[in-house]
């Protein structure tokens, strides 16, 4: 060791120099690729007055890309995306569900899991009241509840809109 | 490999005997046949311009084809001679060179896609259509385009069974495995990478399915998909991303780990079936060298650990993997370049007569408010679909793919048993091929037997499946 102190010093030094240049490159890079800000969901959204929500309906808003769903007694902004693949979850009007098309996940019509494959319930958006009008902030998404949740659980109403 | 080498034996080493009469010098001179006479052909044969670029005339002598192999950068991929055994089909049933042949393919028609595709939102689908009805050969180059990547992937995944039944993952080939396995996660990159690109709702909406895969894995799967994808959803981000993905970066490296697998293919010898007797990897001192081998007991092999061939140093274990014995070498050029040939034709064939029968599928634009029923992720991904649709997705989405790749890299050095006799390795056959059945066990029932819903259906009740 002793004799060689220099050389192993400056050895050391090229690959200590050379592992910070790597990371440093490979950190900025990956960092570069990260999606900017404000690119995923949009801003708040004003979507008129609640009474336009009836009870025991859910109403596509196509710009958030989310429902309104009125559950009798709460209104909740519910993501249209499937936490399971991230299909688009229609509302089932006969059963009065949210009922997947992909694989057969359903959902109450406060996004709660019933049945099938999604591991959690349908995701949110924070939903507030200002000056009369009810406002979605899109650019937050708050998990849906986990499942065995059953808040808003009613009895089917109907048949399943898939057959099953 | 100089023409030199071949001429001369190396000190401590003796010739290579090719078993041929000893051409003349003149035999390689343009006075030979094949520039004789007057003619124009001739005459541009002996140029001294046509002979910087072909050193060697095609002299059907034992050493002309040796020198024809050492001279052509791409007859170099070869080795000059190989063993007759591979000339057999049952060898290796030409799979791994079938993979080949069909990246070929497409990388040269996926270059001439590029021509007539701009990969926005907002252009990518009215670039499909005129693909289809505007270019000339459009349609055609893009059926042979899509049928060529779903069967590259099958052939990358039946040329990874055969090399694992064959046992040719053993030492001294564990590396040139793992590149393998790399190889066949890169082609599974890019046939999912350019599925996204035509725009329409299978494409879509397939995409959406499996890059929601990722999102599974705990802790970094919600920030891994938002980079894969360039956002919350899939939209113009994500389809840059997997535009560069597939015509730039996965193509390069699909090339340089190919180079290396191929390379590695020479230097690691031919695989044999041996039983657990001879393949200890030890090697029998005194033992006789085959006719071509020359073994001089100098220092360079002990420092190297290996031996001394005419060559240079080899690794022990890649000369006892030869087998010893009569020369059965045969020379590669004509005799595997012309199976390879007809392999290569025959690949173009097949390909070329799906692309006239079978239309690629274009659906309608993308539409990220209408999910089809059912919405499938490719069907190399069905097997994983269908997993998640019985198992919590920690189970299915994480630990059975990641343990599936993991266990596949560190196959070679799991499987310590140097016999590659099938009746040696029964637990591992066994095994491997369980696993094998059930991923297509499931792979089958996601593609054919789901409906909308992901409800059983019988195939022939509806046929749900786009390709």
Same mark, same amino acid.
């Given at each position: 060791?002793?004799?060689?102190?220099?050389?192993?010093?400056?050895?050391?030094?090229?690959?200590?120099?050379?592992?910070?240049?790597?990371?440093?490159?490979?950190?900025?890079?990956?960092?570069?690729?990260?999606?900017?800000?404000?690119?995923?969901?949009?801003?708040?959204?004003?979507?008129?007055?609640?009474?336009?929500?009836?009870?025991? @309906?859910?109403?596509?808003?196509?710009?958030?890309?989310?429902?309104?769903?009125?559950?009798?007694?709460?209104?909740?902004?519910? $993501?249209?995306?499937?936490?399971?693949?991230?299909?688009?979850?229609?509302?089932?009007?006969?059963?009065?569900?949210?009922?997947?098309?992909?694989?057969?996940?359903?959902?109450?019509?406060?996004?709660?899991?019933?049945?099938?494959? $999604?591991?959690?319930?349908?995701?949110?958006?924070?939903?507030?009241?200002?000056?009369?009008?009810?406002?979605?902030?899109?650019?937050?998404?708050?998990?849906?509840?986990?499942?065995?949740?059953?808040?808003?659980?009613?009895?089917?109403?109907?048949?399943?809109?898939?057959?099953? | 490999?100089?023409?030199?080498?071949?001429?001369?034996?190396?000190?401590?080493?003796?010739?290579?005997?090719?078993?041929?009469?000893?051409?003349?010098?003149?035999?390689?001179?343009?006075?030979?046949?094949?520039?004789?006479?007057?003619?124009?052909?001739?005459?541009?044969?002996?140029?001294?311009?046509?002979?910087?670029?072909?050193?060697?005339?095609?002299?059907?002598?034992?050493?002309?084809?040796?020198?024809?192999?050492?001279?052509?950068?791409?007859?170099?991929?070869?080795?000059?001679?190989?063993?007759?055994?591979?000339?057999?089909?049952?060898?290796?049933?030409? =799979?791994?060179?079938?993979?080949?042949?069909?990246?070929?393919?497409?990388?040269? #028609?996926?270059?001439?896609?590029?021509?007539?595709? @701009?990969? #926005?939102?907002?252009?990518?689908?009215?670039?499909?259509?005129?693909?289809?009805?505007?270019?000339?050969?459009?349609? =055609?180059?893009?059926?042979?385009?899509?049928?060529?990547?779903?069967?590259?992937?099958?052939?990358?995944?039946?040329?990874?069974?055969?090399?694992?039944?064959?046992?040719?993952?053993?030492?001294?080939?564990?590396?040139?495995?793992?590149?393998?396995?790399?190889?066949?996660?890169?082609?599974?990159?890019? $046939?999912? @990478?350019?599925?996204?690109?035509?725009?329409?709702?299978?494409? !879509?909406?397939?995409? #959406?399915?499996? #890059?929601?895969?990722?999102? !599974?894995?705990?802790?970094?799967?919600? $920030?891994?998909?938002?980079?894969?994808?360039?956002?919350?959803?899939?939209?113009?981000?994500?389809?840059?991303?997997?535009?560069?993905?597939?015509?730039?970066?996965?193509? =390069?490296?699909?090339?340089?780990?190919?180079?290396?697998?191929?390379?590695?293919?020479?230097?690691?010898?031919?695989?044999?079936?041996?039983?657990?007797?001879?393949?200890?990897?030890?090697?029998?001192?005194?033992?006789?060298?085959?006719?071509?081998?020359?073994?001089?007991?100098?220092?360079?092999?002990?420092?190297?650990?290996?031996?001394?061939?005419?060559?240079?140093?080899?690794?022990?274990?890649?000369?006892?993997?030869?087998?010893?014995?009569?020369?059965?070498?045969?020379?590669?050029?004509?005799?595997?370049?012309?199976?390879?040939?007809?392999?290569?034709?025959?690949?173009?064939?097949?390909?070329?007569?799906?692309?006239?029968?079978?239309?690629?599928?274009?659906?309608?634009?993308?539409?990220?408010? =209408?999910?089809?029923?059912?919405?499938?992720?490719?069907?190399?991904?069905?097997?994983?679909?269908?997993?998640?649709?019985?198992?919590?997705?920690?189970?299915?989405?994480?630990?059975?793919?990641?343990?599936?790749?993991?266990?596949?890299?560190?196959?070679?050095?799991?499987?310590?048993?140097?016999?590659?006799?099938?009746?040696?390795?029964?637990?591992?056959?066994?095994?491997?091929?369980?696993?094998?059945?059930?991923?297509?066990?499931?792979?089958?029932?996601?593609?054919?037997?789901?409906?909308?819903?992901?409800?059983?259906?019988?195939?022939?009740?509806?046929?749900?499946?786009?390709?």
């Amino acid at each position: 060791m002793a004799h060689n102190t220099r050389r192993e010093f400056l050895r050391t030094g090229w690959r200590a120099g050379g592992a910070l240049l790597v990371a440093a490159g490979g950190w900025t890079f990956w960092e570069s690729l990260r999606p900017l800000a404000g690119s995923g969901g949009g801003g708040k959204i004003k979507l008129g007055q609640p009474g336009n929500y009836q009870p025991g @309906t859910a109403t596509f808003v196509p710009e958030g890309r989310l429902f309104i769903a009125n559950t009798g007694n709460a209104l909740l902004a519910i $993501s249209q995306k499937c936490p399971h693949l991230g299909c688009q979850v229609p509302f089932c009007d006969s059963s009065g569900r949210f009922e997947c098309p992909c694989h057969g996940s359903s959902f109450d019509i406060g996004g709660e899991w019933i049945e099938g494959p $999604s591991p959690i319930g349908m995701s949110q958006h924070p939903i507030t009241l200002e000056d009369g009008s009810v406002v979605v902030d899109t650019s937050t998404v708050n998990p849906g509840p986990p499942r065995g949740s059953a808040v808003h659980l009613t009895p089917a109403r109907g048949p399943k809109c898939k057959k099953g | 490999m100089t023409e030199h080498d071949a001429e001369e034996a190396p000190p401590g080493g003796v010739a290579v005997d090719d078993g041929g009469e000893p051409p003349t010098r003149d035999a390689l001179e343009p006075s030979h046949a094949y520039a004789a006479g007057n003619g124009v052909t001739a005459r541009i044969r002996r140029s001294a311009a046509w002979r910087s670029a072909f050193r060697h005339p095609p002299i059907d002598t034992p050493r002309g084809r040796a020198l024809q192999g050492f001279s052509n950068f791409f007859l170099h991929v070869y080795p000059v001679k190989i063993p007759a055994r591979v000339l057999r089909l049952r060898y290796s049933f030409r =799979l791994g060179f079938i993979s080949t042949v069909l990246f070929g393919i497409l990388t040269t #028609t996926g270059i001439y896609l590029m021509f007539f595709y @701009t990969p #926005t939102v907002g252009t990518a689908y009215g670039d499909m259509q005129t693909i289809h009805t505007g270019v000339g050969f459009g349609q =055609l180059i893009r059926n042979v385009h899509r049928w060529s990547a779903h069967l590259m992937v099958l052939a990358v995944v039946l040329h990874l069974a055969r090399v694992f039944f064959a046992g040719a993952y053993k030492k001294p080939r564990e590396f040139n495995w793992v590149i393998g396995v790399v190889l066949l996660l890169l082609t599974l990159g890019l $046939s999912f @990478t350019g599925y996204l690109l035509p725009w329409d709702q299978l494409s !879509y909406w397939a995409v #959406t399915v499996g #890059t929601n895969l990722v999102h !599974y894995i705990p802790l970094v799967g919600g $920030s891994l998909a938002k980079l894969l994808i360039g956002g919350d959803q899939i939209g113009q981000a994500t389809l840059t991303r997997f535009y560069a993905l597939h015509v730039a970066v996965l193509p =390069l490296t699909v090339v340089l780990a190919l180079g290396i697998h191929i390379w590695r293919v020479r230097k690691d010898g031919f695989a044999v079936e041996r039983s657990a007797v001879g393949a200890s990897g030890a090697f029998e001192e005194g033992a006789t060298a085959p006719p071509n081998v020359a073994v001089p007991a100098t220092a360079p092999a002990e420092l190297y650990g290996g031996r001394t061939r005419v060559l240079g140093v080899v690794d022990r274990e890649s000369v006892t993997a030869e087998e010893r014995g009569v020369d059965d070498t045969v020379f590669t050029w004509p005799h595997l370049i012309v199976r390879h040939v007809v392999v290569a034709l025959g690949v173009t064939t097949v390909v070329l007569a799906l692309g006239v029968l079978f239309v690629a599928p274009l659906r309608g634009l993308a539409n990220p408010n =209408l999910t089809p029923e059912p919405a499938k992720a490719p069907w190399y991904f069905a097997g994983l679909q269908e997993l998640l649709s019985h198992f919590d997705p920690l189970v299915a989405g994480i630990l059975v793919p990641i343990g599936a790749i993991l266990t596949m890299v560190l196959l070679p050095y799991i499987d310590r048993n140097p016999s590659t006799v099938a009746r040696h390795r029964k637990v591992a056959i066994t095994i491997f091929s369980g696993l094998l059945g059930l991923a297509l066990v499931l792979t089958v029932i996601g593609t054919f037997f789901r409906g909308p819903g992901w409800e059983f259906i019988a195939p022939w009740t509806h046929w749900y499946v786009e390709l």
